[in-house]
């Protein structure tokens, strides 16, 4: 990914189009969230991903065609549902896997299959990824075996070491 990136304001009508998008996507209400009604919107593109900036911080990203909420956006992050999984887990997860029904030691919160979660480790809380559902929250409480949700976004992951940097 590039070093610099060039950053963008939208057009207030914009703006309020892509936030309601990803408001509907994290079934968050991002300007009460935000408490603000007209947020600063900045895009950034390279050929990976389009960054989506609120008030300077790393809001979002658009990977492959969805937007992603990113792990550096700690308010919406507290708003999702969690995905608590065991120590073991970690390092695979911070790698890019998938969770595994197996590596998963509870739940908090309820979301359906297709709804974005973060996944947290049972010591310490810290957010690791955000995933995509396959399963609904409470399919996956009497699981013992497959995949549970979908790795998008993780610890040391491109995007990232991206926002790290920026």
């Known amino acids: 990914m590039p070093e610099t990136m060039r950053r963008q304001f939208l057009r207030e009508k914009d703006a309020a189009k892509l936030l309601d998008e990803f408001s509907g996507k994290?079934?968050?209400?991002?300007?009460?969230?935000?408490?603000?009604?007209?947020?600063?919107?900045?895009?950034?593109?390279?050929?990976?991903?389009?960054?989506?900036?609120?008030?300077?911080?790393?809001?979002?990203?658009?990977?492959?065609?969805?937007?992603?909420?990113?792990?550096?956006?700690?308010?919406?992050?507290?708003?999702?549902?969690?995905?608590?999984?065991?120590?073991?887990a970690v390092p695979h997860i911070c790698n890019g896997a998938d969770v595994l029904a197996p590596g998963v030691v509870k739940v908090d919160g309820a979301f359906l299959a297709n709804d974005f979660a973060v996944v947290v480790d049972e010591r310490h809380r810290k957010p690791l990824a955000v995933v995509i559902a396959l399963v609904d929250s409470e399919a996956i409480r009497g699981l013992a075996r497959g995949k549970v949700a979908g790795n998008l976004h993780y610890v040391g992951d491109a995007l990232w070491s991206l926002l790290k940097k920026g």
């Open 26 to 88: 994290l079934r968050i209400d991002l300007k009460e969230l935000l408490q603000t009604k007209k947020p600063s919107v900045e895009v950034a593109e390279n050929p990976d991903a389009e960054l989506i900036y609120l008030g300077g911080k790393p809001l979002a990203a658009r990977l492959k065609g969805v937007l992603v909420p990113t792990l550096l956006f700690e308010k919406a992050l507290l708003r999702l549902p969690k995905i608590v999984v065991n120590m073991g």
